[in-house]
């Protein structure tokens, strides 16, 4: 079965290119680029892993977070965040995110990070 | 027994003339008795050769203290003009008080002139509390250094009591204390010795007692008669409102000063405010187009398996890479000063950190030749804070030695120490690079500060930033020839729960927020 992975981000671009990314490496890819969207697309496409940006319109990230951690608790969240102050970090983090990375990315860490929280899911 | 050699002259030509006039006196006395004798007593007793001597002995015993101190009194006020010129110095110091607005150099003067003038062994300048539940020693004269600056006497003090039933007149130990009651005595007797006085004179201003003059004596022997303390009560009433005056005085400068104070620190905080908001604006809206730019960048550099790059492509994307990363990193440094630190506590090993900085700019510094130096206490004890703002300090540092030192090569020499009865943490950063001049030493910490056009000149300021959020201090010296010397001290922190953080800024759940993407 292939690894499932939302990406969640306002802006398109940032999608299209992890999108890419991410399907070059045998990943199943949605995205979405609100939180609204996120929560559905989490119901609808059931993916392992969720990239989710905090800041967007509509429902942030968040919101969409806890949505996403209350009725899917199983689901990986990795936060994205272009400005990571610390009061959003730690609610993040206690909102129940796995990780959080910064803009501009390291592809080659986010993989890695990915996979892991992938192979944490199956280890389970 | 006396040791004349250790008074002063004064006082021995006192104790001498005092002498020579008594036995004159005595000589006087003895020789008009012997010649009035035979004629006031009658025989057989008044030709008896023990007569005058028994009578000479009896007038001796009665009226010797009497007549001795009619001559001291007398000797004083006529040959010494000791009280005269005493109160003569006094009127001259409350005259020149009126004009001095100082309150510790009035304070001084008045108890160095009281003392020195009356010939007192204590003198002390006692100020009231706001409070009122006590006395504050403004100045002191013959007290022991180690006295307290406080004396607890309050409203209810046999002593205030007193004072406030008394009124402005000088009151004075002995006859107070014969006045009461024993267990009355004993309590006011010991508000006394408080104030190490026999004698206290209150300072009264608008009907208010606002402090007292406590002096007291070398010997029984000084005398003060009511003459006196009629003129230590006007002299009192002069000083007083000179005191009140510098008093208000002292308060309204220190007010300013706080004035001063907060004033600065509430515009350090609104400009704060102000770059923080700034900075995550900015962060925002720059971070998501250098994400891009980055991303597609990487992207490409990950399929060179696939479809091979240009060596010069892969060389000018591997710079897109890196420069986006530092364009991101000044948004980053900027929110990171602005923020208050929530960061995790953890164990830092100095050691550690310096080696990994040390690495990083160790390639820079070796093509600079650059020699690096490090030098690590192994006793430092555990210290507990931010390893990522550890390693800001030390990285600003190095870069800031690099730049110094530029491609003339030279030597950087890091040290870590404890130091000041191990209580404190000091690192010694010294780099031999071009010194700092005089007039930059107190800018360079300031934001935005920089000598280097491509500099954003943020790094030594975000360092004091860290340094102060541990409550350290950070200074710099420098000297031509030399380069210069930054040394950060930061308190020792025993555990995680006393850091010496200056807010309740110790995470809640500091053990979750583990940054892996760092």
């Given at each position: 079965?292939?690894?499932?992975?939302?990406?969640?981000d306002?802006?398109?671009?940032?999608?299209?290119?992890?999108?890419?990314?991410?399907?070059?490496?045998?990943?199943?890819?949605?995205?979405?680029?609100?939180?609204?969207?996120?929560?559905?697309?989490?119901?609808?496409?059931?993916?392992?892993?969720?990239?989710?940006?905090?800041?967007?319109?509509?429902?942030?990230?968040?919101?969409?977070?806890r949505?996403?951690?209350?009725?899917?608790?199983?689901?990986k969240?990795?936060m994205?965040?272009?400005?990571?102050?610390?009061?959003?970090?730690?609610?993040?983090?206690?909102?129940g995110?796995?990780?959080?990375?910064?803009?501009?990315?390291?592809?080659e860490y986010l993989?890695?990070?990915?996979?892991?929280?992938?192979?944490?899911?199956?280890?389970? | 027994?006396?040791?004349?050699?250790?008074?002063?002259?004064?006082?021995?030509?006192?104790?001498?003339?005092?002498?020579?006039?008594?036995?004159?006196?005595?000589?006087?006395?003895?020789?008009?008795?012997?010649?009035?004798?035979?004629?006031?007593?009658?025989?057989?007793?008044g030709?008896?050769?023990?007569?005058?001597?028994?009578?000479?002995?009896?007038?001796?015993?009665?009226?010797?203290?009497?007549?001795?101190?009619?001559?001291?009194?007398?000797?004083?006020?006529?040959?010494?003009?000791?009280?005269?010129?005493?109160?003569?110095?006094?009127?001259?110091?409350?005259?020149?008080?009126?004009?001095?607005?100082?309150?510790?150099?009035l304070?001084?003067?008045?108890?160095?002139?009281?003392?020195?003038a009356?010939?007192?062994?204590?003198?002390?300048?006692?100020?009231?509390?706001?409070?009122?539940?006590?006395?504050?020693?403004?100045?002191?004269?013959?007290?022991?250094?180690?006295?307290?600056?406080?004396?607890?006497?309050?409203?209810?003090?046999?002593?205030?009591?007193?004072?406030?039933?008394?009124?402005?007149?000088?009151?004075?130990?002995?006859?107070l204390?014969?006045?009461?009651?024993?267990?009355?005595?004993?309590?006011?007797?010991?508000?006394?010795?408080?104030?190490?006085?026999?004698?206290?004179?209150?300072?009264?201003?608008?009907?208010?007692?606002?402090?007292?003059?406590?002096?007291?004596?070398?010997?029984?022997?000084?005398?003060?008669?009511?003459?006196?303390?009629?003129?230590?009560?006007?002299?009192?009433e002069?000083?007083?409102?000179?005191?009140?005056n510098?008093?208000?005085?002292q308060?309204?400068?220190?007010?300013?000063?706080?004035?001063?104070?907060?004033?600065?620190?509430?515009?350090?905080?609104?400009k704060?405010?102000?770059?923080e908001?700034?900075?995550?604006?900015?962060?925002?809206?720059?971070?998501?187009p250098?994400?891009?730019?980055?991303?597609?960048?990487?992207?490409?550099?990950?399929?060179?398996?696939?479809?091979?790059?240009?060596?010069?492509?892969?060389?000018?994307l591997?710079?897109?890479?890196?420069?986006?990363?530092?364009?991101?990193?000044i948004?980053?440094?900027?929110?990171?000063?602005?923020?208050?630190?929530?960061?995790?506590?953890?164990?830092?090993?100095f050691?550690?950190?310096?080696?990994?900085?040390?690495a990083?700019v160790?390639?820079?510094?070796?093509?600079?030749?650059?020699?690096?130096?490090?030098?690590?206490?192994?006793?430092?004890p555990?210290?507990?804070?931010?390893?990522?703002?550890?390693?800001?300090?030390?990285?600003n540092?190095?870069?800031?030695?690099?730049?110094?030192?530029?491609?003339?090569?030279?030597?950087?020499?890091?040290?870590?120490?404890?130091?000041?009865?191990?209580?404190?943490i000091?690192?010694?950063?010294?780099?031999?690079?071009?010194e700092?001049?005089?007039?930059?030493?107190?800018?360079?910490?300031?934001?935005?500060?920089?000598?280097?056009?491509?500099?954003?000149?943020?790094?030594?300021?975000?360092?004091?930033?860290?340094?102060?959020?541990?409550?350290g201090?950070?200074?710099?010296?420098?000297?031509?020839?030399?380069?210069?010397?930054?040394?950060?001290?930061?308190?020792?922190?025993?555990?995680?729960?006393?850091?010496?953080?200056?807010?309740?800024?110790?995470?809640?759940?500091?053990?979750?927020?583990?940054?892996?993407?760092?």
């Amino acid at each position: 079965m292939k690894k499932k992975l939302l990406l969640v981000d306002d802006e398109v671009e940032i999608c299209e290119f992890l999108k890419s990314f991410f399907e070059d490496r045998d990943y199943q890819v949605a995205t979405a680029h609100s939180g609204v969207q996120a929560v559905e697309q989490v119901e609808s496409f059931r993916p392992d892993v969720v990239l989710l940006d905090i800041q967007m319109p509509e429902m942030d990230g968040l919101s969409a977070l806890r949505e996403i951690k209350e009725k899917y608790p199983r689901v990986k969240v990795i936060m994205v965040t272009a400005v990571e102050t610390q009061d959003r970090i730690e609610a993040a983090m206690r909102l129940g995110a796995d990780n959080y990375i910064t803009k501009p990315l390291s592809l080659e860490y986010l993989e890695k990070d990915v996979q892991e929280k992938i192979e944490s899911l199956a280890g389970i | 027994m006396m040791f004349f050699h250790l008074r002063n002259p004064k006082t021995v030509l006192r104790k001498i003339l005092v002498g020579l006039i008594l036995f004159f006196i005595g000589a006087m006395a003895a020789y008009l008795v012997s010649l009035s004798l035979p004629h006031v007593v009658g025989n057989p007793w008044g030709a008896h050769p023990l007569t005058p001597i028994l009578t000479m002995t009896l007038i001796f015993l009665v009226a010797y203290k009497p007549v001795e101190r009619c001559v001291k009194v007398f000797l004083e006020k006529n040959i010494f003009r000791k009280k005269s010129y005493a109160q003569w110095t006094l009127m001259e110091l409350a005259e020149e008080l009126r004009t001095n607005l100082d309150f510790q150099e009035l304070s001084n003067l008045i108890v160095n002139t009281f003392g020195e003038a009356l010939h007192l062994k204590t003198v002390a300048l006692l100020i009231r509390d706001v409070t009122r539940d006590g006395f504050e020693i403004a100045s002191a004269f013959g007290w022991p250094l180690a006295t307290s600056r406080r004396i607890f006497l309050g409203n209810d003090s046999p002593l205030v009591r007193c004072i406030h039933r008394m009124g402005p007149h000088v009151l004075v130990r002995g006859p107070l204390l014969k006045s009461l009651s024993w267990q009355e005595a004993n309590e006011m007797a010991r508000d006394f010795d408080l104030v190490r006085s026999c004698w206290v004179l209150p300072l009264f201003s608008k009907g208010d007692l606002i402090a007292m003059i406590a002096f007291g004596a070398h010997s029984p022997d000084t005398v003060f008669d009511e003459w006196d303390f009629h003129f230590f009560r006007k002299f009192g009433e002069s000083v007083a409102p000179c005191v009140a005056n510098s008093r208000y005085v002292q308060g309204l400068r220190r007010a300013n000063f706080e004035l001063q104070d907060s004033q600065a620190e509430w515009f350090q905080k609104t400009k704060m405010s102000a770059i923080e908001k700034l900075a995550a604006g900015i962060a925002h809206e720059v971070h998501n187009p250098l994400a891009i730019i980055s991303g597609k960048a990487q992207v490409l550099l990950m399929q060179k398996k696939r479809t091979p790059l240009e060596p010069h492509v892969e060389e000018a994307l591997n710079v897109i890479v890196k420069q986006t990363r530092r364009a991101a990193d000044i948004t980053r440094k900027l929110l990171m000063y602005s923020q208050d630190s929530r960061a995790p506590q953890e164990e830092i090993s100095f050691e550690k950190i310096l080696d990994e900085t040390i690495a990083l700019v160790g390639y820079q510094a070796s093509l600079d030749k650059i020699e690096i130096i490090k030098k690590t206490d192994p006793s430092l004890p555990t210290f507990w804070g931010n390893t990522q703002e550890i390693r800001e300090i030390f990285l600003n540092l190095f870069l800031n030695a690099v730049e110094a030192i530029g491609d003339q090569g030279g030597r950087i020499q890091v040290e870590v120490r404890i130091s000041e009865g191990e209580d404190v943490i000091e690192i010694r950063f010294q780099n031999s690079g071009k010194e700092i001049p005089q007039e930059d030493l107190d800018r360079i910490f300031n934001p935005f500060f920089t000598t280097r056009h491509e500099a954003v000149g943020l790094g030594l300021f975000v360092t004091r930033q860290i340094v102060k959020r541990y409550g350290g201090a950070i200074r710099v010296e420098s000297q031509s020839g030399e380069g210069s010397l930054f040394i950060i001290q930061l308190p020792r922190t025993t555990a995680e729960g006393e850091t010496p953080r200056a807010s309740a800024e110790k995470p809640k759940e500091g053990t979750i927020l583990v940054n892996k993407g760092a």
